[in-house]
């Protein structure tokens, strides 16, 4: 029987999933369960060609934990006591422990974490609509680089298709850095399905995969994730 990978770029996944699953609001083992259930979601519909699921890739870092100064309070903030760190780690310990599924850490730059303005605030002060003297603690957010995620999950797609372990790629993501190797694993005769879970898709990568699927909005889907508390 012919066989399909799922790869997925974490930190694209969180960020989508903060606004179409409320991510933020769920526990850590709330939040696992669902993303084994979009992957389960995935294989079914590649059984119908007749493939089963090889494995599920997910590709993320651990939340890091290092004292950061706020420049708007002066407040020194621990991150590793923050509830951010502890529910990410959690939910990555969880989602490692799911059935065919494999972690793979990246690591995120310690020698770079710093506050930058969000965009919005970066825009008011270029239009005059609001002054440094105005700016408040929400105006700013945490700036962290991440290393080595993308050149894994890059790798590992590479690697997938040159041993011909599957014949189809399931990528979640909607990174155009991923195109060198989605080229490579064409050209092995690996069929790459792109899942950009909603967001705009580059022009460029939308030119080097083979088809796009999305079950982000399906309402079905939606219907069968459990309720979330209601935001404060």
């Known amino acids: 029987m ?6 997925i770029d974490g930190g694209f996944y969180r960020a989508r999933a903060r606004n179409l699953f409320s991510f933020s609001r769920r526990d850590p083992g709330g939040n696992a369960d669902i993303v084994e259930s979009y992957c389960r979601r995935h294989a079914a519909e590649s059984e119908k060609e007749g493939r089963e699921l090889y494995r599920i890739f997910y590709y993320d870092c651990p939340p890091i934990s ?30 490692a422990g799911k059935r065919k599924v494999a972690l793979r850490r990246g690591r995120l730059g310690s020698g770079y974490v710093r506050y930058a303005l969000k ?7 270029l239009s005059g609509r609001k002054t440094l003297a105005e700016l ?9 680089g991440q290393k080595g995620v993308d050149m894994r999950l890059g790798l590992d797609l590479v690697e997938i298709a040159l041993k011909r372990l599957v014949d189809q790629v399931v990528l979640v993501s909607g990174d155009s850095d991923f195109i060198p190797a989605i080229k490579m694993a064409r ?10 879970m909603g967001n705009h898709v580059p022009e ?29």
């Open 66 to 95: 290092a004292v950061v100064t706020n420049p708007i309070t002066n407040a020194r903030i621990d991150l590793s006591k923050s509830p951010t760190f502890t529910a990410i780690t959690q939910f990555l310990r969880l989602v």
């Open 187 to 196: 050209r092995e005769g690996v069929d790459v399905i792109l899942d950009p």
């Open 136 to 144: 408040a603690e929400n105006d700013v957010r945490l700036d962290i």
């Open 2 to 7: 012919a066989k399909m990978a799922i790869l």
């Open 119 to 125: 965009p919005k605030t970066q825009d008011a002060l």
């Open 204 to 232: 460029d990568l939308a030119e080097h995969v083979d088809g796009i699927r999305d079950f982000s909005s399906a309402r079905d889907f939606l219907d069968s994730l459990p309720p979330v508390a209601p935001a404060p």
